[in-house]
C-alpha cells in the first residue's frame, strides 16, 4: 500500500503562483497530477517518470506549469505559474508502484490516490 499526500495548495491572485508537493510513503516508478473542477471531469495536468525523469504535460498547462521529484524523499512537485482563473480546481496527487504500465495523462496504469488538495484563482 502507497500512501500519497498533497501539500500547497491555496488562493491566489489570477497571475500569480503555486508550488504543490506530493510526497509518497514509498518508491513509485511513475507519479503524476491530475486536477478536479465542479461539474467536470478530472483531468490529466503533468506527469514524471522516475527512470530518466521524463515529463508529460496536458496543453493546458503547457509553458506554465513544471513537475519535477525528488527521489530520495519520494516527493514529486507542481510549480505553477501565471495561474488562471480556470486552473481553479482541486488537484490530486497519483502513482504508479512498480508496473511500468502506465499511459501518461491517463488514468491507466496509477495504482494509488492522494486525498486532493484545493487550489482557488481569483481573477
Known amino acids: 500500500q502507497l500512501q500519497l499526500v498533497e501539500s500547497g495548495g491555496g488562493s491566489v491572485q489570477a497571475g500569480g503562483s503555486l508550488r504543490l508537493s506530493c510526497t509518497a510513503s514509498?518508491?513509485?516508478?511513475?507519479m503524476a497530477w491530475f486536477r478536479q473542477s465542479p461539474g467536470k471531469e478530472r483531468e490529466g495536468v503533468a506527469s514524471?517518470?522516475?527512470?530518466?525523469?521524463?515529463?508529460y504535460y496536458a496543453d493546458f498547462v503547457k509553458g506554465r506549469f513544471t513537475i519535477s521529484r525528488n527521489n530520495a524523499n519520494n516527493t514529486v512537485y507542481l510549480n505553477m505559474n501565471n495561474l488562471k482563473p480556470e486552473d481553479t480546481a482541486t488537484y490530486y496527487c497519483?502513482?504508479?508502484?512498480?508496473?511500468?504500465?502506465?499511459?501518461?495523462?491517463?488514468?491507466?496504469?496509477?495504482?494509488?490516490w492522494g486525498k486532493g488538495i484545493l487550489v482557488t484563482i481569483s481573477s
Open positions: 514509498g518508491f513509485a516508478i511513475h
Open positions: 497519483a502513482s504508479e508502484r512498480r508496473r511500468g504500465i502506465c499511459i501518461p495523462l491517463t488514468y491507466y496504469g496509477l495504482d494509488y
Open positions: 514524471i517518470r522516475t527512470i530518466g525523469a521524463l515529463t
